[in-house]
């Protein structure tokens, strides 16, 4: 079987390993100061091979981290109480049906969710048109709508904390989750 | 819970004075609260119950009263400190009204505590006006000894109708959802508890996001929406057994719960491929009738108190703006024309308005409009302000306020807008729903 190979260049996913590091180090070693650690993020790793190790290669394939660094990232944006996909969203979800058609035994459902500047009944609605329009894209680009299922969170699970536009705009969006199996 | 009341066997004494001139007007947007006085119940004698003593249940009644009245707006009650008499069990027939004169109490509600042979009590509530020197009302009420708590409220009911000609509200419930946790893993579970605040129960455990609770006319039963196994969808919450039932068998989303007046029927929404419409569901017959088409949202649909209209939201038009629909979904129109958007529309138990949330400017608010869309008036304004719920008499509005920070809390205000106040609950809060009194 082939080997699943990241198309993301090594040294993203090596800053990727720096940064979940710290939040892991081996118990058997005392965790240096802060300031004694490396400075750069790339030196980092060095002192922990296992980490590079685990960083390159824990991404299953047909996961939802496979997902995210082949199609680099897994959720797409809207404007405010808007449903529609504007290009940077489209161009996300055709890496998601490049992906899916990689991994034809992969089911997602497609997450709707919207920002808290609205009513929570409406709002639940809304992420219902977002996730739906989600998958009408992904449905147009030839993936079978039985692998594709949706539900709507409404304003009940914004991905980031704020009350301010930088916040809101992020938890506008529909998100492609991988089911498990 | 057994709550028989009587008037006529109570005492023997003439019906309360026809001409008594005390009167609290609530639509005019009261400024001054009438000063009331309510002292201790007297024990009638003095007996121990499982609650406490006669004495000391006489006691805690006075206060529910007392917070009750105050809770209002309408009432003022005067310093117990200030009292120039006491009131034993002669003083409840023949007040010292003088006494009480000299204080400046309007209004005085005293009565009795006893205990009975079958270890409940009776509870006699009798109020006057003070000036006039009159009666202006009295009732019993026999209960559990752990019943005392509603005859109070029964007690603050009746001097709140007499002296306002609105049914009172006080004994009643307020179902709402119960948050922690922090915006990006909030913890929601369903929580009830009695008008004051008292008796707070969690009926969910919080393993699954639940939403919008309302309760049903016979209040024992309560809608809500429930994400369990992620799939969101309308369920009914039986309060006596705990017994949680999913609604109907659809593959949709099903939200926006709201009973029908008779209980016979739910409204609420589907969203069917993203596509949100109105739906009425029989609970007996199980049977589905779609009220809207179209592909607008069409949600938050909330009945006439007679049942034979829907006032919903659709943003059919553009935004977000209120419809009224007949019951059968024939003959829909719009009613808000306000600036903003307006949402979540709620029938006010009288018929004569609708409370709404009104969107604009970056603010949340709380209104109210009749139901030809007239007479809009903004109550509230706040950063979130939304989800209004009606009293039981529609003249209190609670409703969720939501800050900055992601916290909420359950507020109340009167429809002139006036006696705006928090709802203490013991965590953060939204989505009330307000029960009709308790029989």
Redesign the interface.
């Given at each position: 079987m082939t080997r699943y190979l990241p198309k993301l260049p090594l040294l993203a996913l090596v800053l990727l390993a720096a940064a979940c590091a710290p939040k892991k180090p081996p118990a058997t070693m005392e965790a240096p100061p802060a300031s004694a650690r490396p400075e750069t993020p790339a030196a980092a790793p060095m002192d922990r091979p296992a980490t590079v190790e685990t960083g390159a290669s824990s991404i299953v394939p047909g996961s939802q981290d496979d997902l995210r660094a082949q199609a680099g990232g897994d959720t797409v944006l809207f404007a405010y109480?808007s449903?529609e996909l504007d290009g940077e969203a489209r161009a996300t979800l055709l890496k998601h049906a490049t992906w899916l058609r990689a991994n034809p035994n992969v089911r997602v459902?497609l997450e709707g969710h919207c920002d808290?500047?609205?009513?929570?009944?409406?709002n639940?609605?809304?992420g219902?048109?977002r996730?739906?329009?989600a998958k009408?894209f992904l449905a147009t680009q030839g993936i079978d709508v039985a692998r594709l299922s949706t539900?709507?969170?409404g304003k009940?699970?914004?991905?980031?904390?704020?009350?301010d536009e930088a916040a809101y705009a992020r938890n506008r969006r529909a998100v492609t989750m991988v089911m498990s199996r | 819970m057994r709550l028989i009341l009587f008037t006529a066997a109570l005492f023997a004494a003439p019906a309360f004075a026809q001409s008594a001139p005390l009167r609290v007007d609530i639509n005019a947007g009261l400024m001054q609260p009438m000063p009331i006085a309510v002292p201790a119940f007297a024990p009638g004698n003095g007996a121990s119950t499982e609650a406490g003593t006669t004495t000391q249940i006489g006691e805690r009644a006075a206060q529910v009263i007392a917070n009750d009245l105050k809770s209002s707006g309408l009432f003022r009650p005067l310093d117990p400190a200030a009292y120039t008499t006491t009131v034993g069990i002669d003083d409840v027939l023949k007040p010292d009204f003088p006494a009480w004169r000299t204080i400046a109490a309007q209004a005085l509600v005293t009565g009795t505590v006893t205990a009975n042979p079958d270890g409940g009590i009776t509870l006699a509530c009798y109020a006057y006006d003070v000036f006039a020197g009159a009666e202006i009302a009295r009732q019993g009420f026999v209960t559990t000894a752990a019943g005392w708590r509603r005859a109070a409220h029964k007690c603050a009911d009746l001097v709140y109708s007499r002296l306002t000609g609105e049914s009172g509200y006080f004994d009643s419930r307020i179902v709402y959802v119960s948050e922690t946790g922090?915006?990006?893993k909030?913890i929601?579970r369903l929580a009830i508890m009695d008008q004051d605040g008292a008796g707070h129960r969690f009926l969910t455990s919080g393993q699954n996001?639940v939403?919008?609770p309302r309760f049903a006319p016979g209040q024992q039963t309560i809608t809500y929406m429930s994400?369990e196994n992620?799939r969101?969808r309308v369920w009914i919450y039986t309060l006596g057994s705990g017994r949680q039932e999913a609604v109907g068998q659809f593959s949709a989303?099903t939200?926006?719960p709201r009973f029908s007046p008779d209980g016979q029927n739910l409204v609420f929404?589907m969203?069917v491929?993203?596509n949100?419409d109105i739906y009425r569901f029989n609970l007996a017959t199980r049977s589905t009738t779609r009220l809207t088409s179209g592909p607008g949202?069409d949600?938050?649909p909330s009945y006439s108190p007679d049942g034979t209209k829907i006032v919903f939201?659709s943003?059919r038009g553009g935004?977000?703006q209120l419809y009224v629909m007949n019951a059968d979904g024939s003959g829909q129109s719009r009613i808000s024309f306000g600036e903003g958007r307006s949402?979540?529309p709620v029938w006010s138990p009288r018929g004569d308005y609708i409370a709404f949330?009104r969107?604009g400017g970056g603010r949340f608010g709380v209104g109210v409009m009749r139901p030809d869309g007239s007479g809009e008036r903004l109550l509230t304004n706040g950063?979130?302000d939304?989800?209004p719920a009606w009293s039981p008499n529609g003249r209190v509005i609670l409703f969720a306020r939501?800050d900055?920070?992601?916290r909420s809390g359950l507020w109340s205000v009167d429809i002139s807008g006036l006696n705006e106040r928090r709802i203490a609950t013991p965590l953060d809060a939204?989505?009330p729903a307000w029960s009709p009194l308790l029989p």
């Open positions: 109480d449903y459902t808290e500047r609205g009513t929570r009944e409406y639940l609605a809304l219902d048109r996730a739906n329009s009408n539900i709507s969170y009940e699970k914004p991905a980031v904390d704020g009350a | 922090t915006r990006t909030r929601k996001l939403l919008t994400f992620n969101p989303m939200f926006a929404s969203a491929g993203g949100t949202i949600t938050s939201e943003d935004s977000q949402a979540s949330t969107m950063f979130q939304e989800s939501g900055r920070s992601g939204s989505d």
